[in-house]
């Protein structure tokens, strides 16, 4: 049991199976005050699934977090390592549109 608490306790550890992309979606106050609901809804949107869900193709997978520690570059998301910052909605489809043509 402690080792399961420990393993999901962490955003960045799950036992799930998650997409080649996992998209983490800082929701903290300074992010949700600088538009991060708007980045979320985005997000969902462009792929067409819901929070902590992957795309049936594997390749994505949604995830919000309670911080990343990016106030200042709120609103701000991570896609696995990659950080981006200072988001719009359209920004970021531009991003997720980048991975999309990924191999």
């Known amino acids: 049991m402690e080792v ?5 306790f ?3 550890r799950t036992l799930e199976k ?5 998209i ?3 929701v903290s106050l300074p992010c949700y005050l600088k538009g991060s609901r708007e980045i979320l809804e985005a997000i969902k949107k462009e792929l067409n699934i819901e929070e902590y869900q992957t795309t049936a193709d594997k ?3 949604i995830k919000p977090v309670s911080c990343l520690g990016l106030c200042d570059i709120a609103p701000a ?6 950080v981006y ?19």
């Open 77 to 82: 998301i991570m896609i696995n390592k990659e």
């Open 10 to 12: 962490y955003s960045m």
């Open 85 to 103: 910052g200072n988001l719009t909605p359209q920004k970021v489809r531009d991003i997720i549109q980048k991975y999309k043509e990924a191999k």
């Open 24 to 26: 983490r979606v800082c």
């Open 59 to 61: 390749k994505f997978t």
């Open 4 to 8: 399961y608490s420990v393993a999901t």
């Open 18 to 22: 998650q997409g080649k992309f996992v």
